[in-house]
């Protein structure tokens, strides 16, 4: 158990829906990533939040948003969803400058 | 961020000892090297972490050379449960790590 916590683990929806993914980061860090892994593909990062405040942004489209609370949980939403988004997405959380990342056990999204 | 380059693929018998190297040209001299492991369906687990020389700990050892141009994971004895996708990144630990996977590289180990 990584202590970080991803809900909900399976969703199921139609193109066009949006849904939101939640992250409870483990107790103490501070940041929080978000990373897409698609069917044969390696982990996609999308984004990166520190103490509320967004950090860094990699291959995140403009339909997906993201954002960490005062509590530092974070959600990431995905709307206007196409079959294409079905994917794992996992969160992961960090203590700056540890080096190690804890990722969570991710939500698996299929778009039908 | 610095480009890696992996393996697709490795296979190995059970009891061997595997080495997987990454290639890292560009690495920064603020950068790490951190090594991840990934079973199907699961979140990627640290596995090490080095910035020169070598480090070892209960489950590998991390050879990285002087000029830091790449890094060499090493697994000793390997089991049926070492299969699994091993990730090499590198970053810099101090400005948002690092945040790109890329696609590892696929141990699978057969009796």
């Known amino acids: 158990d990584s202590g970080v916590t991803q809900t909900p683990k399976h969703l199921i929806t139609a193109t066009g829906q949006r849904v939101t993914l939640r992250c409870s980061p483990r107790?103490?860090?501070?940041?929080v990533y978000w990373y897409q892994q698609s069917l044969d593909q390696g982990l996609q990062f999308l984004i990166q939040?520190?103490?509320?405040?967004?950090?860094a942004k990699g291959n995140i489209l403009e339909r997906f948003s993201a954002q960490q609370f005062p509590d530092l949980h974070s959600e990431l939403n995905l709307s206007s969803l196409e079959l294409g988004d079905s994917a794992l997405y996992f969160c992961?959380?960090?203590?700056?400058?540890?080096?190690?990342?804890?990722f969570g056990e991710g939500s698996r999204l299929t778009v039908l | 961020l610095a480009k890696t380059t992996q393996p697709i693929s490795m296979d190995s018998y059970e009891g061997q000892e595997v080495n997987i190297t990454c290639s890292h040209n560009?690495?920064?001299?603020?950068?790490?090297i951190t090594w991840y492991q990934q079973f199907p369906s699961q979140g990627p687990r640290f596995i090490i972490q080095?910035?020169?020389t070598k480090v070892t700990n209960e489950v590998a050892s991390l050879f990285i050379p002087a000029d830091r141009k790449s890094s060499t994971l090493s697994l000793p004895r390997v089991s049926l449960s070492d299969t699994a996708v091993y990730y090499c990144?590198?970053?810099?630990?101090?400005?948002?790590?690092?945040?790109?996977f890329g696609k590892g590289t696929s141990l699978l180990v057969t009796p």
């Open positions: 990144l590198v970053g810099d630990v101090n400005s948002g790590y690092a945040l790109n």
């Open positions: 107790s103490g860090d501070l940041s």
């Open positions: 080095g910035y020169k």
């Open positions: 939040y520190y103490n509320g405040e967004e950090r």
């Open positions: 560009n690495i920064a001299t603020n950068d790490y």
């Open positions: 992961a959380s960090s203590v700056p400058r540890l080096g190690e990342l804890f």
